[in-house]
């Protein structure tokens, strides 16, 4: 690989504790050059399962795709991650305040991004697809691009975009696999993703300028994902 992987540390007052980003670097990274940015929630299993540097890495080497910045946040452990990025753990807003507040400035101290909402893609996989989805409806002048991944929809979740105005600016990349009818959570319960995520897909749809969503032979793992998120990169970045 020719881009570089390395470590940012933050010190985050929001989530009271050091969170350090895994970054990906690509060839030739320049100053005079302005780059995209993408931030990962679930960042360590985007870098190790999803294998995202190296997809980017493709697209940018191999395409002619956009430059882009991965940066990956990690999650602590299942019960903390829960906790920040599910709608009724009440911890929603320390996590959002961290990226909008704390990493985004940080990363843009560091590089030389397009330091608008269209230039930063947010991404995640089930409740990390959640969150990122909130960051866009709450943070629309930040965030205007998410890649959505069989993400946990409930109740708030639909009740919070039917709410929301319309969003132009908004592209965003939405699948589910076909078999995530019963699936375990960490939490422990059996939840269907296929009928809320379909549901989400029709509203979007209607609030979104670019919108694409698929229902995807696969379950609510990393074999239907990381196969996926090739596409989801060319959707966004070429």
């Known amino acids: 690989m020719e881009g570089e992987m390395t470590t940012l540390s933050l010190e985050s007052a929001a989530l009271q504790r050091t969170i350090d980003v895994q970054l990906y670097i690509p060839p030739n990274y320049n100053d005079l050059y302005t780059y995209h940015l993408a931030i990962a929630q679930d960042g360590q299993d985007y870098f190790q399962f999803g294998k995202i540097a190296r997809k980017c890495e493709q697209l940018i ?13 990690p999650y602590p452990d299942v019960t903390t991650r829960r906790h920040w990025f ?18 985004v400035p940080a990363l843009e101290a ?15 996989d089930s409740l990390a697809g959640t969150i990122s ?19 946990y929809v409930d109740d708030d979740v639909i009740n919070e975009v039917k ?56 379950g609510h793992n990393w074999k239907l994902w990381d196969p996926d998120l090739l596409q989801a990169l060319r959707y966004m970045f070429k």
């Open 133 to 151: 989805l909130a960051a866009c409806l709450r943070y629309r002048h930040c965030f205007a691009r998410a890649i959505l991944q069989s993400p």
């Open 86 to 103: 599910h709608p009724v753990y009440g911890e929603q807003d320390a996590y959002l305040t961290f990226l909008t507040q704390e990493l």
């Open 61 to 73: 080497l191999d395409e002619a795709g956009d430059e882009v910045i991965v940066a990956g946040v």
């Open 110 to 124: 560091r590089f030389h991004t397009h330091e608008v909402a269209s230039g930063r893609t947010l991404m995640g």
């Open 163 to 218: 709410k929301a105005p319309a969003f132009p600016a908004f592209e965003v990349y939405h699948i589910v696999g076909d078999n995530e009818t019963n699936v375990k959570t960490t939490d422990g319960k059996h939840i269907d993703f296929v009928t809320p995520n379909e549901e989400l897909s029709t509203i979007l749809n209607e609030k979104a300028g670019r919108y694409s969503f698929e229902k995807k032979s696969g």
